[in-house]
């Protein structure tokens, strides 16, 4: 069946490095672009970045450009999204999201000292 599974997630101080996985099974991996979005609670869902389904064009937030680095890796159906330089405002849960297919269970990711 279609699965998307997120992985990487954790407590990191300000300032420190994150790389989070997206591996996905039960459909064709490259022939879909990719989306990453964070929640975190209270606020609204965020599109984070996105990375076309070649992995030759990407977009971030405003909010990350920068600091995280969006990519992938169409034999192992994984996409990462590596994150530097976090914040504490970058605590949220993230998903990865594959248009018309669906979404990952989430990974935490908490920035606290």
């Known amino acids: 069946q279609v699965q998307l599974v997120e992985s990487g997630g954790g407590l990191v101080q300000p300032g420190g490095s994150l790389r989070l996985s997206c591996v996905a099974s039960?459909?064709?991996?490259?022939?879909?672009?990719l989306n990453w979005y964070r929640q975190a609670p209270g606020k609204e869902r965020e599109l984070v970045a996105n990375?076309?389904?070649?992995?030759?064009?990407?977009m971030y937030a405003v909010s990350v450009h920068g600091r995280f680095t969006v990519s992938r890796d169409n034999v192992k159906n994984t996409a990462y999204l590596r994150m530097n330089n976090l914040k504490p405002e970058d605590t949220a849960v993230y998903y990865c999201?594959?248009?018309?297919?669906?979404r990952g269970q989430g990974t935490q990711v908490t920035v606290s000292s």
């Open positions: 039960g459909f064709t991996f490259s022939n879909y672009a």
């Open positions: 999201n594959v248009p018309r297919i669906g």
């Open positions: 990375i076309t389904r070649a992995g030759d064009n990407w």
